[in-house]
């Protein structure tokens, strides 16, 4: 019973995931201003690396954990790179 209860929830999470990153791709298209695109952008990247996670706990390889290692990194790095040229226009002092 706990293999089907925790497939079932993993599905689940998948379905709702997938779901945030249409919302997130939804902000990122029509955000009035470009700090709501960012943050549609942080938004679809944290999603896109949740589902890769629950993709690998669901077929047990471990690539799918590495690849979710690299979208936080990239992903957290354009968040600040953006940031930071939205703020002072420049990205390179």
């Known amino acids: 019973m706990t ?3 925790l497939a079932l929830a993993i599905t689940a999470a998948q ?4 779901i ?3 919302c997130a791709s939804w902000r990122m298209m029509r955000g009035p ?3 709501d695109r960012v943050l549609g952008l942080d938004t679809f990247y944290t999603n896109a690396m949740l589902l890769l996670l629950t ?3 669901q077929t047990g390889r471990t690539l799918y954990f590495e690849a979710a290692v690299v979208i936080a990194l990239l ?7 953006l940031a930071k040229f939205l703020m002072r226009g420049e990205v390179i002092e």
Do not use: Y
Request: charged share 5%.
């Open 15 to 18: 379905v709702m995931l997938g």
């Open 55 to 57: 993709f690998g706990i």
């Open 75 to 81: 992903g957290f790095t354009s968040t600040v790179a």
């Open 3 to 5: 293999g089907l209860m």
């Open 33 to 35: 201003r470009a700090q």
């Open 20 to 22: 945030a990153m249409l």
